[in-house]
Every structure is written in C-alpha cells, then in structure tokens.
C-alpha cells in the first residue's frame, strides 16, 4: 500500500484508540472497584444501549474480513457463515436470554451454580468459557495481523506479531482499567462506525452493479472461474461426503453456539430487569440481521468486483476482501478517493478487532477469577481481591491469546471462530439447557456433560487437517491426524448432551427437587433475580 494509506490509516488507528483510552480513562476515575461495576457495569444500561453493545460485540473480526472473504473465494458455500450466525441469535432469544439473565449473576457458571453449588462444577464450567474465550480471542488476533499487514505492506511474521502484541496490550488496558462500563462504551461507538461503514460499501456496491444484483451475482460468477458452480452449494463442502459433513458440523456449530459464549451471555447482567435484556436482544437482532445481509452483499462485490484471484493473492484465507474491495470502490490504487475509503475500512475493521477482545477477554478474566479463583481462595478474602485477580487475570489471558495466535496467523479468521463456537456448543451449551430446563438434572450430568464435550471438542480439533494433514495446516510438514473433519461440532456437541444425560442416569444422588422449583420460579418469573 501507498505511504497515503499508512498515514491516512494510521491516523485514522490512532483517533479510534485515542477516544477509546479517553473512555477508559473517564470510567476508571469514576467507579468504586466493586464486583458488580467491574463485571457488569452497576447493571445501568438501557436495552437500547446494550442492544448495541451485544451488536458490538457479536460482529467480530470473523464477520467483516471472513465472511466476506469466504463468499468472495467461495460463493455460495461462504454463505454459511452469515446464516449461521443470523439463525444463532433466535436461538438466544427463544431459549437463553430472559431465563440466563434471571438465574445468573456475572458468568455462566453462576447459572449452573443457582440450582446446584459446586465448587467442581463451578470449576469445570469456569475453565470451559476461559477455553471458548481464548479461542475466540485467536481469531480476533489473526484478523488484526492481516489487516495490518496489509496496510503497512509488511507480510512478514514480524510485522503479524508486532501488532498482535499491541492489540494484545490494548486489550488489557481496556479491561484492567475500565472493566464493563468502559467495555461497553467502546462497544456502542465500535458498532455504530461498523454499521455506518458497511452500510456505505454496501451502497457504493449496488450502486457500481446499477442496484441489480443479478448483475451483481453474474459478475461474480464470470469473474470467479467457475461459473454458475460459484452460485451453487458445493464449491467447498462439496467435494466429498466429508467435505458435507463438515458442512453440517459447521451449521451446527454456528446456530448452536452462540448461545454458549460467555462474553455474549455475560452483556445480559449489564441490564436491570429480564425485560431488558430481552428487548436488548431485539435491539440487537435487528442490527446483526441488517449487517449480515450487507456481508452477502461485500462478498459477491469483492469476487465481482476485486476477483477471487486478487483477494487470495493478497491473503490466502480471504481476509482482506473487504478493505480491498474499499479501495478499489473509491477509484483504485493510488487515487484520493480509494485512499480515504481504504483507510476508513481498514480502521472501521481495526476497531472492530480492539472491541471484540476488549469484549472476550472481560468475559474470560471475569470466569478466571469469579469462578475459579473465588472457588479456591482461602476463606476471609474480600470480593475487592476477586477484582483485583480479574484484573491480572486480563494480562494473562492477554498473553495466551498472542502466543497461540501467532501459531495459527494463516487461518481464516470465521473459520477460527467456527471452531470456537462449536466448543462453546459442546461444553457451554448442554450445561445450560439441562440446568434451566431438565428438572432431574444432577451435579454429576452437570460436571460430565461440561467435561464431556470440551474435551473430546479439543482432541478432535487437535488431530484434524486443521493442526496437521491437511492444505495450510498449522504443523506444517507432519501428519499426525485421524478425525476427518476440520469442525468437531457433529460429533462433540452431541456427546456433550450424552454425557449430561449419562452423568444424571447413573448418579446415585438424585437433583434436588426444591432447588429446582426455586430454580424454575426464577428463571420465568425474574422473583429473586439480582
């Protein structure tokens, strides 16, 4: 890229963390340190608000540079992703958001926990989000490496793991400073630069195609080399009844995931009553819905328009099409026009990736020490101290996510998420419905049905053509894998559900019938909700 991208960009990089900091900065002088400002900011947010943050948060790395840049190498196929992720949410809405935030506190554990208080529960439950969390984190990670190493022309490791460095250390900043408050601030103004962005591309799309996208989807077919083939299923999960089962562990993945990530379940605490976190979902349905169709719009725009061939040459997983497709929008290289809109994407997609880590890793740091460490403390600590680990917890999730994402810096940022979803579907998910729903629920199904679809979840992602054995694999040069699928949801999420069913059959001590009712009560009534 040009010097007037860098500068531009960079300048534009630089605004967007200055406001941010000035946020954190403002709230950190203004809270009182207490477990409830920290994790949930003192629950004070409009559904409005929050609607938006939940925006914030959901539409990550993986919706604006991958899914675009899988529909644009990919067609068809790459719609997965956007439906996936639209159908996710009526399955928050129906089954999860007024019951979660009902019945629990701060973490998804504290769901589980209101009918059955375990300090192991409690402990399986706490590490499976941290897992979820820092998955989630790579994909972010990978996505700012991309991005940047677009924008500085600097394709090498080192200019990847330079700015992974300094999202990680942004993101730490966020958090530890500012907690919740400063989270969802950041959140706010995060998805409306977001909305705004893709809404002017998506404008600038039709109207380049005369605002008929059966032009649009020819184009794009002609320019992809292969055809119609490029408007039809099968172009990447249909080569073989592997590449379709994958296809259906991917979907499932994706709509049942959702509603098992603890930094989208954690924004329901932030609200006073169920009904707002309920009308904080329609709020934000609205909003993701509007921006995924425009991603059907992006994808087949840069295919058309930038060319399936370009946008692989630049990156091979796709995950500059959209901040090419900007600059070629705004006139091409070297013109005003497609140097302002470049660097508004590209710092539109920068401030995405800082939002969604700021989101994620305020979740997973809130598990670390609301879970795990306040179940093993010894006995006299102050919830003050609990924060006070969150905040350290912060760094060192921060500097997990980095190392792991330098490991896997080639991968397509929506795929990375896929993988992280469908562990949130195999360990988080099952917990959940069986604690909020199944009245002979036991301790035992809880803590096999958590353990049992997170660790199968993570041996069958270790040894597929994700790590070793197949095209870009992680371990270059070595071919340790024997599970056929790149995603282990198809067989992980079921087998999280059995071993909650098993654990509860064969338990010798039966639920706890009283806790139940209380448990019930709660979760449709909102009666003793905090």
């Not at 947010?45 to 990550?60: K, Q, R, V, W």
């Not at 989630?136 to 996505?143: E, F, H, K, R, T």
Request: charged share 10%; with cysteine; aromatic share 10%.
């Amino acid at each position: 890229m040009s010097g007037n991208h860098q500068t531009l960009a960079l300048l534009l990089f630089s605004a967007f963390v200055a406001v941010t900091l000035a946020i954190t900065t403002w709230v950190s002088r203004n809270r009182h340190g207490s477990a409830e400002e920290f994790y949930a900011g003192g629950r004070l947010f409009t559904p409005m608000e929050n609607g938006f943050a939940i925006a914030g948060d959901y539409l990550s790395a993986a919706s604006f540079l991958g899914i675009a840049g899988l529909i644009a190498l990919f067609g068809y196929d790459g719609l997965l992703y956007s439906v996936g992720f639209l159908v996710a949410w009526l399955v928050v809405l129906l089954l999860v958001a007024e019951l979660v935030r009902n019945c629990g506190r701060f973490t998804l554990a504290d769901v589980v926990a209101a009918r059955m208080s375990q300090p192991r529960l409690r402990i399986a439950t706490g590490t499976a989000s941290v897992t979820v969390s820092v998955l989630y984190l790579v994909a972010q990670m990978v996505g700012a490496g991309s991005l940047v190493a677009l924008l500085l022309g600097g394709t090498g490791p080192a200019a990847r793991a330079w700015t992974i460095v300094g999202v990680g250390a942004l993101m730490v900043v966020y958090v530890s400073m500012g907690g919740m408050r400063a989270t969802t601030w950041i959140q706010i103004v995060k998805a409306v630069l977001l909305m705004a962005g893709a809404l002017a591309l998506t404008v600038l799309v039709l109207v380049r195609f005369h605002g008929d996208v059966n032009l649009l989807l020819r184009s794009a077919a002609e320019r992809s080399g292969h055809g119609l083939g490029f408007l039809n299923p099968g172009l990447k999960y249909g080569g073989s009844w592997t590449a379709r089962f994958d296809f259906v562990s991917l979907g499932l993945a994706l709509v049942l995931g959702t509603a098992g990530l603890p930094h989208i379940l954690s924004r329901f605490y932030t609200v006073p009553t169920a009904r707002a976190a309920r009308r904080s979902v329609v709020w934000s349905i609205g909003l993701i819905g509007a921006f995924y169709l425009m991603t059907i719009v992006l994808g087949f725009g840069a295919a058309a328009i930038v060319g399936p061939d370009a946008v692989r040459g630049s990156n091979a997983a796709g995950n500059t099409a959209i901040p090419l497709l900007a600059l070629d929008l705004g006139g091409g290289a070297g013109s005003t026009g497609g140097t302002v809109l470049f660097a508004v994407v590209a710092a539109v997609a920068f401030a995405t990736i800082l939002a969604v880590v700021a989101g994620i890793t305020l979740a997973s740091s809130a598990s670390v020490a609301h879970d795990l460490y306040a179940t093993l403390r010894r006995p006299g600590r102050t919830r003050h101290g609990e924060v006070f680990v969150a905040r350290w917890a912060a760094v060192g999730i921060g500097v997990l996510a980095i190392g792991l994402s330098l490991l896997v810096s080639d991968l397509n940022v929506a795929f990375l998420v896929g993988l992280a979803f469908a562990v949130a579907a195999s360990a988080n998910l099952p917990v959940l419905l069986y604690s909020l729903l199944w009245r002979r629920f036991t301790r035992r199904g809880a803590v096999w049905s958590v353990y049992g679809g997170l660790i199968p979840a993570l041996v069958l992602v270790v040894f597929s053509p994700v790590v070793s054995g197949g095209p870009g694999a992680v371990v270059a040069g070595a071919d340790f894998h024997w599970f056929p699928l790149e995603n282990p949801g198809l067989v992980s999420i079921p087998l999280g559900f059995l071993s909650g069913w098993l654990g509860t059959v064969t338990s010798r001590a039966g639920s706890d019938a009283t806790k139940h009712a209380e448990t019930e009560v709660r979760s449709l009534t909102g009666a003793g909700a905090v």
